[in-house]
Each structure stands twice: as structure tokens, then as C-alpha cells.
């Protein structure tokens, strides 16, 4: 593009440079072959060099635009961070049978959230058990026994996506 500009400037600069006397008159197009095609090349690449700088322009403020209105989108469909959720497992033993009621307490709710909750049993490393998000937060396992490692892992689902997780060895 400023090169363009240059050979207009250069042309132009040449071609009152020959005719410095007559600089003030009004432009008269010439009449001989030579110095109208130096004429017309000189407008023509003048003409050149403004398409190009408008071409330039228009395409960088597009490019602007395009940049900016996509920013705008992406800012607009990104959803909000998760609100991370802090878990509390409160085990019940019923003395009578034995059973063990686990019920997970979120610490640190969200107002007017709605959870859903999740649970597995695990005896010996091995998933037994297992209880899918539902809106209790509590379940009821069998007396674990005594010479057996057994673990639950509560999981706890708000409406808005956060999910937590919790391991307490019973």
C-alpha cells in the first residue's frame, strides 16, 4: 500500500517538477501522447493507492468489529464459575438392627439451590453398593462388618452443575 502511495507521490512530484511555471493554473490535461500517458498512469496509480488504503481500512475495522462482537459472545455463553460445595458425612448407628444411616450435609449451600445426592458402599476396595443423585440426602446400609474395611463416598449435584465428593471409612 505505501509503496502505491510513493510512486503516486514520486510521479506527481516528477510531473510538476516539468512543469513549474505553469503550477498555479488550474490542471489541464495534456495533449501529447507522452505526457498523457504519464498523466493517466499518475491517476491511475493514485486511484490505485486510494482502493488500497480503503480496502486496508475497511478490512482492519471489519476484523475489529469481528473481534470484539466474538469476545462479546464467548463472554455471553460462558457460564459462571461452579460454586464449590464443602461436604459433611454424619453417620447414625441404630443400636436395635445395626444399620448405619450416612447422611451427607453440605456445609456451605447456595440459597434456593436445589441438590441432588449420590452413594456408594464400598467393602474391601470393592463397590457394593450404590445409590444414583436423588433428593435425599441420606441412605441406610446394612451393620458393616468388623473385620472389613468399609468406606462411603457420598456425592452431592446442585442444579447449577458442582459437584462434590467425600470418602469417610465407617
Known amino acids: 500500500m505505501f509503496y502505491y502511495w510513493y510512486l503516486a507521490y514520486i510521479t506527481w512530484r516528477d510531473y510538476l517538477d516539468t512543469d513549474r511555471e505553469n503550477i498555479l493554473r488550474p490542471l489541464e490535461i495534456p495533449t501529447d501522447s507522452f505526457t498523457f500517458k504519464f ?93 444414583w443423585h436423588e433428593e435425599t440426602p441420606f441412605f441406610v446400609i446394612p451393620r458393616p462388618s468388623a473385620n472389613k474395611k468399609t468406606e462411603v463416598l457420598a456425592f452431592a449435584k446442585s442444579e447449577s452443575g458442582s459437584l462434590a465428593t467425600l470418602r469417610q471409612i465407617l
Open 39 to 131: 498523466f493517466m498512469n499518475n491517476i491511475a496509480l493514485l486511484l490505485l493507492a486510494v482502493f488500497i488504503t480503503y480496502i486496508v481500512v475497511v478490512t482492519l475495522i471489519t476484523l475489529q468489529i469481528s473481534s470484539r462482537e466474538r469476545r462479546r459472545q464467548i463472554n455471553a455463553t460462558t457460564p459462571p464459575p461452579p460454586h464449590e460445595l464443602k461436604l459433611e458425612l454424619k453417620t447414625v448407628t441404630n443400636p436395635e438392627t445395626g444399620q448405619v444411616r450416612v447422611e451427607t450435609i453440605i456445609q456451605n449451600p447456595v440459597r434456593d439451590e436445589r441438590y441432588t445426592y449420590a452413594f456408594y458402599l464400598i467393602v474391601d476396595g470393592v463397590r457394593t453398593t450404590v445409590r
